[in-house]
């Protein structure tokens, strides 16, 4: 897939503070990127360099595999703080302002305000909206123009439930179109209902990046061995609670759903007659710790 953004050590301090070190990643088109790490942890930072307004100490990095050239920044919508609209003026003439500066024509703002489900209201004043429709209404300015790339950083901070529930399904139904997603977030929960891959920021530093699936799911790994692996395995293979068997270095690492345990394993290996020579539950890896972090900020 094509790339969207690529990072090269990109490095950045203010005095004392190592804000983003050395980080490396690459987005592919089609992706809802996440980038999920607690308050401090150069998330902002980071896309403030991608997008141009933060200076990197040094370190590179790429937009579209540098197809636009210096047109990049305008193939990339974002929304870092809250936008500035004015208060008195209809979200309409709000957003031909917006296109104005994008230098785009009006054709293009029925679009977007009808994507974020705001046509019905464009003739209300901004300040009449809920924090909800400002914040759907910083996302319609950012799709105008019709960016392949749309860059969102905590996107549902402040907001209610229903205004939470609206973004993200406003986020989903944006990348459904095609746009790719880039999700700054530092709500676990944000990142695992919508994004598709995930870069774990923690001090400026990448902890962890990949599939969601794979980085943010919790997996119940138990590692087994018996003096007859043959029997072993059959036998483990007849319980059907094992969500995956795998065989790696004469040991069978096997998935447990979340109500099994080592014990109960155990001991329907002994009826069976086997008895095990070894008997390890995975310990949990450094970004399962770093969860746990996060899970606790989070409540
Ligand atoms: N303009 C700035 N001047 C000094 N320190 C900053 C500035 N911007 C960010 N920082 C520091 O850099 C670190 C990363 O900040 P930030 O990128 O905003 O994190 P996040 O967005 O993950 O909350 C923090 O320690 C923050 O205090
Ligand atoms: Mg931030």
């Known amino acids: 897939m094509e790339i969207i953004l690529q990072t090269k050590k990109l490095n950045k301090q203010y005095g004392s503070i190592k804000a983003v070190n050395d980080l490396d990643f690459t987005i592919r088109k089609g992706e809802i990127f996440g980038i999920l790490g607690p308050n401090g942890s150069g998330k902002t930072t980071t896309l403030g360099m991608a997008l141009g307004v933060t200076l990197p100490q040094s370190g590179s990095f790429e937009w579209f595999e540098g197809k636009y050239g210096k047109n990049s920044r305008t193939k990339v919508g974002a929304i870092l703080e809250s936008p500035i609209f004015y208060p008195y003026m209809s979200a309409l003439d709000n957003l031909k302002i917006v296109a104005k500066i994008k230098k785009q024509n009006y054709s293009d703002i029925d679009r977007v305000l009808k994507h974020v489900e705001l046509y019905d209201r464009r003739k209300s004043p901004f300040k009449t909206f809920s ?34 529930a609206d973004i993200r399904e ?93 014990d109960i394993i155990n001991k329907r290996l002994m009826k069976k007659g086997i008895s095990l020579s070894h008997l390890f539950m995975k310990e949990k890896s450094l970004e399962k710790f770093f969860l746990e972090i996060l899970k606790k900020e989070n409540v």
């Open 170 to 262: 406003l986020v989903l139904r944006t990348a459904a179109e095609g746009v790719t997603i880039i999700l700054a977030s530092h709500l676990l929960d944000e990142v695992q209902k919508v994004c598709s891959h995930v870069m774990i920021l923690n001090k400026g530093n990448r902890l962890a990046i990949g599939k969601v699936d794979e980085i943010l799911q919790e997996k119940n790994i138990l590692e087994i061995k018996s003096e007859n692996m043959t029997d072993l395995k059959n036998t483990i293979s007849t319980f059907d609670d094992i969500r995956s068997i795998k065989e790696e270095d004469e040991k069978l690492l096997i998935e447990l759903s979340p109500e099994l345990s080592a």
């Open 131 to 164: 924090l909800g429709m400002k914040q759907r209404l910083a996302i319609a300015a950012a799709l105008i123009g019709n960016p392949e790339a749309l860059i969102l950083d905590e996107p549902t901070n402040g907001l209610d439930p229903q205004g939470i």
